[in-house]
Antibody, heavy 120, light 108 residues
Framework: QVQLQQWGAGLLKPSETLSRTCAVY????????WSWIRQPPGKGLEWIGE???????NYNPSLKSRVTISVDTSKNQFSLKLTSVTAADTAVYYC??????????????WGRGTLVTVSS | SYELTQPPSVSVSPGQTARITCSGD??????AYWYQQKPGQAPVVVIY???ERPSGIPERFSGSSSGTTVTLTISGVQAEDEADYYC???????????FGGGTKLTVL
């Protein structure tokens, strides 16, 4: 069973850059895509984007201009950067293992979410 | 942008059948997935590829697909099934993931 553990700052000011890293323990890192997903308090899920071990990325078009996802295969980690944050970026952020290919496109293992708050 | 539409809420009594629908133009082309999310927890997939049930998910959970609508059916609803349910799919290219707005299932 894969385990995903994330870290990063939990409180940001408007205009700062949100940075989070997710480490993957167990399972194969190179056989999957790896995604970031967020959920504003009391609201629904929003896919941010994904990356594979080769660095191939896909981003939500609505966030693409502010998002960068990167990968460090030597550590089985992937990271999220979201620039110019506002209060609208306050959310629980999840990292998730992603199946993308003949199995469709979905998330079969999720890490524990972490609340990131943007406030002045 | 592509959207999936779910009813905001569904209510059923214990033992009854709950049906949650999800509509989207690309659903005939792209698989749909259903996630259950309980308060304070990460989502868990209960149906994948429209109709498949992961191991460990009770048999009372089933999925179906017809045209631009997919349906999650929970037969013999139990109190523990009270949760938010999200459908998820991809746009017509298969590249960009989209979630439905979520349905709160209340067990009366």
């Amino acid at each position: 069973q894969v385990q995903l553990q994330q870290w990063g700052a939990g409180l940001l000011k408007p205009s700062e850059t949100l940075s989070r890293t997710c480490a993957v323990y167990g399972g194969s890192f190179s056989d999957y895509y790896w995604s970031w997903i967020r959920q504003p308090p009391g609201k629904g899920l929003e896919w941010i984007g994904e990356i594979n071990h080769s660095g191939s990325t896909n981003y939500n078009p609505s966030l693409k201009s502010r998002v960068t996802i990167s990968v460090d295969t030597s550590k089985n980690q992937f990271s999220l950067k979201l620039t110019s944050v506002t209060a609208a970026d306050t959310a629980v952020y999840y990292c998730a293992r992603t199946l993308f290919g003949s199995s469709g496109h979905h998330f079969d293992d999720w890490g524990r979410g972490t609340l990131v708050t943007v406030s002045s | 942008s592509y959207e999936l539409t779910q009813p905001p809420s569904v209510s059923v009594s214990p033992g009854q059948t709950a049906r949650i629908t999800c509509s989207g133009d690309a659903l005939p082309k792209q698989y749909a997935y259903w996630y259950q999310q309980k308060p304070g927890q990460a989502p868990v997939v209960v149906i994948y590829k429209d109709i498949e049930r992961p191991s460990g998910i009770p048999e009372r959970f089933s999925g179906s697909s017809s045209g631009t609508t997919v349906t999650l059916t929970i037969s013999g609803v139990q109190a523990e099934d009270e949760a938010d349910y999200y459908c998820q799919s991809a746009d017509s290219s298969g590249t960009y993931v989209v979630f439905g707005g979520g349905t709160k299932l209340t067990v009366l």
